[in-house]
Every structure is written in C-alpha cells, then in structure tokens.
T-cell receptor
Framework: QQQVKQSPQSLIVQKGGISIINCAYENTAFDYFPWYQQFPGKGPALLIAIRPDVSEKKEGRFTISFNKSAKQFSLHIMDSQPGDSATYFCAASHGGRNTDKLIFGTGTRLQVFP | GAVVSQHPSRVICKSGTSVKIECRSLDFQATTMFWYRQFPKKSLMLMATSNEGSKATYEQGVEKDKFLINHASLTLSTLTVTSAHPEDSSFYIC?????????FGSGTRLTVV
C-alpha cells in the first residue's frame, strides 16, 4: 500500500530525444507527487511536482502526466541533454500534513549521450 | 521550500567511534526533519522523523540506540551514529518539510574503517 513502483531502472537516450520514466502507486490517500533529480554525491533536488486534481503539469522541458484512475504518473524530459544525466526518483505523500512521510520510488538512472 | 545545510559532507571514522551529522534549516523553523540513508545505486530509505522538543520516531528495523537523533531547536537536527561499524558506511541525507515541499540536504558520505 505504501509502495511506489518506478520503471525503468535505467534509461539511455540520445541527445535531443525524449526521456520517459513511469511510476505507479496503490495508496489512494496520496495527494502530492514530486519528482527529484539526484547527481552522484548530492542530495535529491525537487524537479517538478503535481497534485491529483490536474492531469498534466509542465515546467520548461519537464512534464508530469498524471492518470488518477490508473494510479500512475510519469515524467517526460523533452529535448534531453547530457546535463540531464542523473538519477530520477518519483515520490508520493499526503502533501502538507506535518510529519507526513515521503515515499520514494526505486529510482531511474538516466544517461543522455551526445 | 526551505534552505537546508548538512555538515559534514564527508567523514571517515574508525570502527567503534561515534560520528555526529548536523542538519540545519537556514530560513525556516522546522518542527519536523527527516533522516534518510542511501546505499549505492539504491533509493532513499527513511530512517526516522525528527521532532523538535520530543523523541524521534524511528522506522521499523532502525536501531534507535545506534542512530541517535536530537532536534533541540527549530533549526537544527543531529544524527549521531554510535559505535560505528563498517556496515554503517553509507550516504546519509536529511530533509526539511515545509508545507507540501521537502527540501534535502547535500548528504554526508560516512566511511567506517
């Protein structure tokens, strides 16, 4: 119930291509779904987040698509660049409530080749 | 989100000694902070929730006597790894929750030799 499943485990994309990472959850009480980007030796940094009342959110080259009925959400990175090479984590929580836990997906290692 | 500072970024200690890691919320008074552990090429695993002025809440399987958490002020939480052993070597990351947003520290690489 508390798990967030993420796929693929690794992804190789050519520069300029689209990177797509998928996540699925079971707990319908989750209402906040962020994506984090992590570079080696660094803490995760918030990339973009969405709430279930919208089906899509776009910020620059990054788009979250959200399917509430399927309990799935995905991250699309348009025009992927070598600098996007990092590990990406989806996550879920009951957003805004104090002491609420953030549940992470298993991570996707993205490599973008020139 | 909050601005979070974590120190030190790297520490090497001898087996049997204790190590303290600090997490500071620089621009926000955080009643709650979180401590995570991350193994190489793995996801973040929540260890405990640090509550200002009260005892930390530990996740199942995390030894509270091994990983001491103190949240004595609204801007500082510390994680002390006591009697460290090589298996405690890992990447430790703190997080501050502000509203629905969670901001993470830059992490501490602990190596126990």
């Amino acid at each position: 119930q508390q798990q967030v499943k993420q796929s693929p485990q690794s992804l190789i994309v050519q520069k300029g291509g689209i990177s797509i990472i998928n996540c699925a959850y079971e707990n319908t009480a989750f209402d906040y779904f962020p994506w984090y980007q992590q570079f080696p030796g660094k803490g995760p940094a918030l990339l973009i987040a969405i709430r279930p009342d919208v089906s899509e959110k776009k910020e620059g080259r990054f788009t979250i698509s959200f399917n509430k009925s399927a309990k799935q959400f995905s991250l699309h990175i348009m025009d992927s660049q070598p600098g996007d090479s990092a590990t990406y984590f989806c996550a879920a929580s009951h957003g805004g409530r104090n002491t609420d836990k953030l549940i992470f997906g298993t991570g996707t290692r993205l490599q973008v080749f020139p | 989100g909050a601005v979070v500072s974590q120190h030190p970024s790297r520490v090497i200690c001898k087996s049997g000694t204790s190590v303290k890691i600090e997490c500071r919320s620089l621009d926000f008074q955080a009643t709650t902070m979180f401590w995570y552990r991350q193994f190489p090429k793995k996801s973040l695993m929540l260890m405990a929730t640090s509550n200002e002025g009260s005892k930390a809440t530990y996740e199942q399987g995390v030894e509270k006597d091994k990983f001491l958490i103190n949240h004595a002020s609204l801007t500082l939480s510390t994680l002390t790894v006591t009697s460290a052993h090589p298996e405690d070597s890992s990447f430790y990351i703190c997080s501050v929750q502000r509203g629905e947003r969670y901001t993470f520290g830059s992490g501490t690489r602990l190596t126990v030799v």
